[in-house]
């Protein structure tokens, strides 16, 4: 045989365990919450850096439109894993418990919701939107647990008056003094003002999470069925996910690019303060850094529960442990903050 020979012999062997491993991969849709911001970035990393390739992933990453959109694309089967405001997911489980949803992995351990209002508008504590005007997209989450924030933040709602508007008009009009005050989360209410030229210093807000109603936030959920099929390819995703989430937490700046190849106009600078902000204020909480990221206390589980059972008037609420499982998450050592 000559040389030639088994140099070509010898590379058509070493081609058939990569072209085997290309094949092996898994698909994966998954889709986010919203248009791309700086938290996604976790993602956008695991990919870029080969997380996803090293467990055998082919994940397809799709942007949200909004976290009710996502719960519906999961549970109908469209995408496999989503990542949604998990307190949607109660009052969607409670009424199609023949397709529950699961949440895999807590991302954010405080929820983002808030009343972001600005200055002279005469709203200096939570309790003086009492009597004032308040927007929001009507059914949306932050509104929707507004009447549950009230009660434990002692806000008088009877005067209250509610003007509903397209999520894209809210924050424009809290700047055009239409409304005093709005519900939304922090981190995307704050920087559309921001990006709308109101000052940093005239803005005022009342995170939900850090004036009584402390619950969880946005998670990784997926069908309880698919799971039960696919409970490997969730504990991959889950894995690659937290990774995705050290290295944003390493590398921003990293993680901004990956987002800016995605998406050319998508402003770094911007979503880097944006991701800082959900960072602090809603991924490494004081809960986190002592029991790990992914750790769901059930106490706090069944508060989320309960607040949104008597939002949307939900007379058979699905129980914490049937919302939320450590099945697919990596042991608590791998886990530490």
């Given at each position: 045989?000559t040389?030639t020979r088994?140099?070509?012999?010898?590379?058509?062997?070493?081609?058939v365990?990569a072209?085997?491993?290309?094949?092996?991969q898994?698909?994966?849709?998954?889709?986010l919450?919203?248009?791309l911001?700086?938290?996604?970035?976790?993602?956008?990393?695991a990919?870029?850096r080969?997380?996803?390739a090293?467990?055998?992933?082919?994940?397809?990453?799709?942007?949200?439109?909004?976290?009710?959109?996502t719960?519906?694309?999961v549970?109908?089967?469209?995408?496999?894993?989503g990542?949604t405001?998990?307190?949607g997911?109660v009052?969607?489980?409670?009424?199609?418990?023949?397709?529950?949803?699961?949440?895999?992995?807590?991302?954010?351990?405080?929820t983002?919701?808030?009343v972001?209002?600005?200055?002279?508008?005469g709203i200096?504590?939570?309790?003086?939107?009492a009597?004032?005007?308040?927007?929001a997209p009507?059914?949306e989450g932050?509104?929707?647990?507004?009447?549950?924030?009230?009660?434990?933040?002692?806000?008088?709602?009877s005067?209250?008056?509610?003007?509903?508007?397209?999520?894209n008009?809210?924050?424009t009009?809290l700047?055009?003094?239409?409304v005093?005050?709005?519900t939304?989360?922090?981190f995307?209410?704050?920087?559309?003002?921001?990006?709308?030229?109101?000052?940093e210093?005239?803005?005022?807000?009342?995170?939900?999470a850090?004036?009584?109603l402390?619950?969880?936030?946005?998670?990784?959920?997926a069908?309880?069925?698919?799971?039960?099929?696919?409970?490997?390819?969730?504990?991959?995703?889950?894995?690659?996910s937290?990774?995705g989430?050290?290295?944003?937490i390493?590398?921003?700046?990293?993680?901004?690019?990956?987002?800016?190849?995605?998406?050319p106009?998508?402003?770094e600078?911007?979503?880097a303060r944006?991701?800082?902000?959900?960072r602090d204020?809603?991924?490494?909480?004081?809960?986190v850094?002592?029991g790990?990221?992914?750790?769901?206390?059930?106490?706090?589980?069944?508060?989320?529960?309960?607040?949104?059972?008597?939002?949307?008037?939900?007379?058979?609420?699905?129980?914490?442990?049937?919302?939320?499982?450590d099945?697919y998450?990596?042991?608590?050592?791998?886990?530490?903050v």
């Amino acid at each position: 045989m000559t040389a030639t020979r088994r140099t070509l012999l010898t590379a058509a062997a070493l081609a058939v365990p990569a072209l085997h491993n290309a094949r092996a991969q898994t698909p994966l849709r998954f889709s986010l919450d919203w248009a791309l911001q700086g938290n996604h970035a976790m993602w956008a990393l695991a990919e870029d850096r080969g997380l996803f390739a090293r467990e055998n992933l082919a994940v397809r990453m799709d942007r949200g439109f909004g976290s009710g959109d996502t719960i519906v694309k999961v549970a109908s089967g469209a995408y496999d894993i989503g990542f949604t405001d998990i307190s949607g997911c109660v009052k969607f489980n409670a009424e199609n418990p023949d397709k529950r949803l699961v949440s895999i992995y807590q991302v954010f351990d405080r929820t983002a919701a808030a009343v972001v209002t600005m200055k002279g508008r005469g709203i200096e504590k939570a309790t003086d939107v009492a009597g004032k005007s308040m927007g929001a997209p009507e059914g949306e989450g932050s509104r929707m647990l507004f009447p549950a924030f009230a009660k434990v933040a002692g806000i008088d709602t009877s005067g209250i008056r509610w003007t509903s508007m397209a999520a894209n008009l809210r924050d424009t009009m809290l700047a055009q003094h239409r409304v005093d005050a709005v519900t939304g989360f922090l981190f995307t209410v704050y920087f559309n003002l921001v990006a709308a030229g109101v000052p940093e210093a005239d803005i005022v807000s009342f995170p939900y999470a850090e004036n009584g109603l402390d619950i969880y936030g946005s998670s990784l959920v997926a069908r309880a069925d698919w799971l039960a099929a696919n409970g490997e390819t969730a504990k991959k995703f889950v894995r690659a996910s937290m990774g995705g989430l050290r290295l944003l937490i390493a590398d921003p700046t990293g993680g901004m690019a990956a987002l800016k190849k995605r998406e050319p106009l998508f402003d770094e600078a911007l979503e880097a303060r944006r991701w800082a902000m959900t960072r602090d204020r809603s991924i490494i909480t004081p809960n986190v850094r002592a029991g790990g990221f992914g750790v769901v206390d059930l106490a706090r589980a069944r508060t989320l529960i309960a607040a949104n059972a008597e939002a949307y008037g939900i007379a058979n609420p699905p129980t914490a442990e049937s919302l939320w499982t450590d099945a697919y998450l990596p042991p608590a050592a791998d886990r530490a903050v």
